[in-house]
């Protein structure tokens, strides 16, 4: 990799190397994540579904999986939600490679993987960075779900915590009135 032209190129030769894994730029980093597991496409299905049926086509949003996010974080970073609520002319803010503008971006979800730290960490600072106004992770490690909103001065407050048993009610800024029962998010199952 130290032979590439920049990491921009060095990611791009990743991703043709690597069929299925997810390849990211995360404040100047490329981050490589092997393809998800059974269970976390189940929770990503099962959310599409649910967002359909609360109209989001009829709001004017697209609920789209694995969609490129440009990050103003870095010359060549960008990120690849697992999840996407977006306006549905997002394709009009193509910057580059496939990823879209933040201005966009009405959600994001993540479910925690083998990267666990990029979700919970890095990817709270970028995208509050972003701006962008809902990020919500399914925490598969502790069993819950973390809702981070309306970022000010490139900064999420503190999640609220959502457990088993519970529900995480969207926020109406997203567009869509959604329920989301934590079990069913951490599962992939209802």
Not at 5 to 15: I, K, P
Not at 68 to 78: E, K, M, S, V
Not at 82 to 98: G, P, S, T
């Amino acid at each position: 990799m130290l032979h590439e032209s920049s990491l921009a190129d060095a990611a791009d030769r990743l991703w043709e190397e690597l069929p299925g894994h997810r390849v990211e730029i995360l404040n100047g980093s490329i981050v490589v994540t092997p393809p998800p597991d059974g269970p976390h496409q189940v929770t990503l299905s099962s959310l599409i579904v649910a967002c359909h049926e609360a109209g989001d086509r009829r709001a004017g949003l697209r609920t789209v999986a694995g969609i490129g996010l440009w990050l103003p974080t870095g010359p060549d970073d960008y990120a690849v939600p697992d999840l996407a609520i977006v306006d549905a002319d997002f394709q009009d803010a193509l910057v580059e490679k496939n990823c879209y503008a933040p201005h966009v971006f009405r959600l994001v979800l993540e479910v925690t993987s083998s990267n666990w730290t990029n979700d919970t960490a890095t990817k709270v600072d970028v995208y509050a960075r972003a701006g962008i106004p809902v990020y919500l992770i399914v925490d598969r490690r502790h069993a819950e779900v973390l809702l981070y909103t309306d970022p000010v001065d490139g900064k999420y407050v503190d999640p609220v915590h959502y457990k088993r048993g519970q529900s995480v009610p969207v926020p109406e800024s997203v567009g869509v009135s959604l329920d989301l029962s934590v079990d069913t998010l951490l599962d992939g199952e209802d």
